[in-house]
């Protein structure tokens, strides 16, 4: 499955984006959908993961409660909606596909990769 990512941009702290990851190829039904991050001399580290069906959700402790995943099925497309968005959220975001119906947020279980989208929060 290919994925291609988008939404990224400049923002204020305090702001709000919205990300979008669209696939292409095969259906992304039986993956579950990751999105992740690295930001500059850090490693790829886990955003928010959504099972198939979009039942459960998943988040890193730093973000919960203000990004919220999902998807639509139709579209074969998953969004990440950031709020209150704080200048440690700045990073390349990923959005990224892990084959199986078992949720993970382990990013070696991802096996298809967006090519990342810019997100720079200012203070």
């Known amino acids: 499955v290919q994925l291609q990512a988008s939404g990224g941009g400049l923002v204020q702290a305090g702001g709000s984006l919205r990300l979008s990851c669209a696939a292409s190829?095969?259906?992304?039904?039986?993956?579950?959908m990751g999105w992740f991050r690295q930001a500059p001399g850090n490693e790829r580290e886990f955003v928010a993961a959504v099972t198939w069906r979009g039942r459960s959700t998943y988040y890193a402790d730093s973000v919960k409660g203000r990004f919220t995943i999902s998807r639509d099925s139709a579209a074969n497309t998953v969004y990440l909606q950031m709020n209150s968005l704080k200048p440690e959220d700045t990073a390349v975001y990923y959005c990224a596909a892990a084959p199986g119906l078992r949720p993970t947020r382990d990013k070696r279980d991802f096996t298809s990769w967006g090519q990342g989208t810019l997100v720079t929060v200012s203070s």
């Open positions: 190829g095969r259906s992304l039904s039986g993956y579950t």
